[in-house]
């Protein structure tokens, strides 16, 4: 059996605007053992993104410059939420995603499930074959080279050498054993959508503001309403249709019923309802943002649109049944 030898860079870090990116791509489990679902995956996830720092990066961007248009990016500027460092981690772990902050530091971390875009792309490949357990075809081996690194101007202005641990797996598989990401062009496509929308929520909750007051939910219908505005909304989401005749109780409309529910509906506001003065120059999903910041209440939706989030969610419901 002919035999391939591949080599997969796993760590990369690199600064873009004053902000410290790092990506990790660990193929080890929570046991400390060697995570096979990671290795199998390897093929699949470097073809997927050649440069997956980069793509994090661009990702990073935008939902940047959607949470704070015309804003710099820069620490110096008391209008955004200060970030030092970014970390994206991508391992074999439960679940599909999550952020973690330390807002002491101003630093964050996402951490993307394998098991779930392992997952993801094997229900839409055609041709996927993973790497059999004890397969006497196959086999695998880690080496681990240290790289200096010059930072010769960094976001504080001190120039330093630092020193990185650069991991470098080599897989050696048998040919028929490689996902055969030439012939899954369609579910290579479908799973790159979906990892880019992923990151782009768990993104949000890098850079949005969270105060006093804030719902969980409302947290979770901002990311999923910028993951829509930046162009990778879930392909099973569906605009709910909530009977008009349910909403005559206004402690009871439900608006803020969190991720894609709440998503919609910021989205429609922000395409569709005019800002008061106070906030004409800002987009709704960024006024919004920055009432975020100290402390919240509804009367935000009032502050930036004139209208009580109460109307506004009719208004949204009777569009969304005139449709």
Known sequence: MTSVNYKYKLNSDKYDNNIHYIFEYRTDNDNNGTSEKALNFLPVFFELFNDPLDEFIGLSNKVFETLYPNQENSRSNDNVKKIKQITYVVRDMDGVAYTTNDFDNYTAEIHLSIGYIFDYYKHRAKNFHSIRKNNNDSSQSDSTATVTKIILKNPDGVTETTVITTTVVTTIVSKKDIPNVTLEQEAMNELRYEVRGVLSHELVHVWQ?????????????????????????????????????????????????GYDGTGFFLNWIQNNVTNTEEFKDMTFISALNKQCRYRFTNQAFKNITSHNVEDLFIYYQISLQDK
């Open 209 to 257: 503001f969270s105060c006093d007051g804030l719902s969980g939910n409302l947290i979770e219908g901002i990311a999923d309403a910028v993951r829509l505005m930046v162009g990778y909304p879930a392909k099973h989401w569906v605009e709910n249709i909530v009977p008009i005749d349910e909403c005559n109780d206004s402690k009871n409309i439900p608006w803020d019923v």
